[in-house]
């Protein structure tokens, strides 16, 4: 598809800076070398608090240094990426800040780059999900996230669920938005299997949409290997009381639309995706329990 392949070549063009910004540059590779100093000696903070080290504050630099600038290529209409914009896409910021929080060192460190993240991907351009660098944490960060929960699904350690479920809705938002970005989290994983890397091209979205149709031809269900991590995330917050349940049902709701989306039929992923919602996601199991559930509490007698 021309989609991704126009936001590529827009996004991935040199651009001169602007006045102001090579000292936008100067303090985020200042602060970014001070985070980095933290990923890679984990060792000097094991156990110490997150709010005694100096993570949040250059974190919180950092990512107001991306949304300023992307703010202002938006209000010049320039689609060219900015100097920090750049810098981030190029070196491995993203991936590097996931590795942190999946071990959660210092204490914390999880809840501060989740947030950060959610703070940038709400802020920022719809396009940016479409760059392998920004996606593949993303989708990393989904994979671990809750796998050291024990079986009543609360964390032996902090719970940093509500920032979680805070960018589980900023993404939603962004492919409510757009739903060509649905392709990038929604996954056939015999597609993935044939690929080495993760790379949503427009040549590779092509191809699985080619075998999402072979797949239908061939009768295929749901249960043929489809991978929706957000949504099954969602799932796991909906019954939850408070903002963090009104948050995941929201979130849920922006996916549920695109099933029936006409962009999404044009291109046969909307069928994809109700196969995955009716029969491989345990959807209609939850929704059935919670009705239940909330039935069971109504008054017997309307006296």
């Not at 046969?268 to 069971?296: H, K, P, Q, R, V």
Request: proline share 3%.
């Amino acid at each position: 598809m021309e989609y991704f392949a126009k936001f590529t070549r827009h996004i991935g063009t040199p651009r001169r800076s602007p006045p102001g910004g090579t000292s936008q540059l100067a303090q985020f590779e200042k602060a970014w070398k001070i985070v980095q100093s933290i990923c890679y000696y984990q060792s000097k903070w094991r156990g110490m608090c997150v709010e005694k080290t100096p993570l949040s504050e250059n974190l919180d630099v950092m990512f107001d240094l991306l949304v300023k600038e992307d703010i202002q290529q938006a209000g010049s209409d320039d689609w060219t990426t900015g100097a920090c914009m750049e810098y981030l896409l190029g070196n491995g910021v993203l991936e590097a800040l996931v590795g942190l929080a999946e071990t959660d060192q210092p204490v914390g460190a999880r809840g501060v780059v989740i947030s950060n993240l959610s703070t940038f991907i709400s802020l920022t351009d719809d396009k940016l999900l479409v760059q392998k660098a920004v996606h593949n944490p993303l989708l990393e960060l989904l994979h671990w996230y809750g796998s050291g929960e024990t079986e009543d699904g609360s964390s032996p350690g902090p719970s940093y669920d509500e920032c979680f479920v805070d960018l589980l809705y900023a993404i939603c938002s962004k492919i409510r938005g757009d739903p060509m970005l649905l392709n990038i989290f929604f996954q056939d994983r015999k597609w993935l299997k044939s690929v080495e890397q993760r790379s949503f091209s427009s040549d590779s979205i092509a191809a699985m949409m080619r075998s999402i149709e072979s797949l239908r031809s061939e009768g295929g269900t749901a249960t043929s290997g489809f991978e929706f991590l957000l949504f099954s995330h969602l799932l796991r917050f909906v019954h939850r009381d408070g903002e963090v349940g009104d948050t995941a049902r929201t979130s849920l709701l922006f996916l549920l639309e695109l099933a029936t989306t006409e962009i999404m039929a044009s291109t046969g992923g909307n069928t994809a995706l109700e196969m995955f919602i009716l029969e491989d996601s345990g959807f209609s199991a939850i929704l059935s329990a919670t009705l239940g559930a909330m039935y069971s509490q109504l008054p017997r007698s309307l006296r």
